[in-house]
């Protein structure tokens, strides 16, 4: 897995939006996961899109293996915030194939007929339709609650 360019523009908006989001502005799916830092064990806060299918929990690295992704593998665990609410998570990254299954079958139908979520997921994170070229390079994360065992 590589570590690709995130565009400059993302690196603003994360300037702006991770206050914003810290005192719980709502920002459509976005929310906050703050994770130890691998080496430092500092805490690190990172925007992310948190996508809710079929009952799971998900984030999506559009930009493959960036440094919240190394994080998070490293420490498999993290707080995830959403408005006002916060919530401890185990993180399970998908493999490759899973990969490939969780495009096919859960986010291509989750997207269709949400033409703005659509858009963003193509043309913002670049993410195509073809679910083998949208996981190659992509981390995925299943992200479970640690208060009860069935998420």
């Known amino acids: 897995m590589t570590k690709t360019r ?3 523009w993302i690196r603003v908006f994360n300037r702006i939006a991770r206050p914003l989001l810290a005192i719980g502005v709502p920002m459509g799916d976005l929310g906050l996961i703050t994770v130890s830092g691998r080496r430092t064990g500092v805490p690190r806060t990172t925007p992310i899109a948190l996508v809710e299918i ?3 929990l998900w984030i999506v690295s559009p930009w493959g293996d960036v440094d ?4 998070l593998r490293a420490a498999h665990r993290a707080t995830m915030a959403k408005g006002r609410t916060r919530e401890e998570v185990t993180a399970v990254e998908l493999s490759p194939g899973d ?3 969780f495009f096919r079958d ?3 139908p989750f997207l269709r007929g949400k033409w ?4 963003i997921v193509r043309n913002v ?3 195509g339709e073809d679910p083998v070229e949208a996981a190659r390079d992509r981390v995925v994360f299943e992200l479970r609650s ?3 065992p069935e998420r």
Do not use: M, Y
Not at 68 to 71: A, G, K, T, Y
Not at 116 to 119: E, I
């Open 146 to 148: 640690r208060r009860s």
């Open 106 to 108: 859960l986010v291509n």
């Open 125 to 127: 994170d670049g993410i």
């Open 68 to 71: 919240w992704v190394r994080n």
């Open 99 to 101: 990969r490939v299954a």
């Open 116 to 119: 703005l979520a659509t858009w």
């Open 6 to 8: 995130v565009p400059r």
């Open 54 to 56: 079929s009952g799971k």
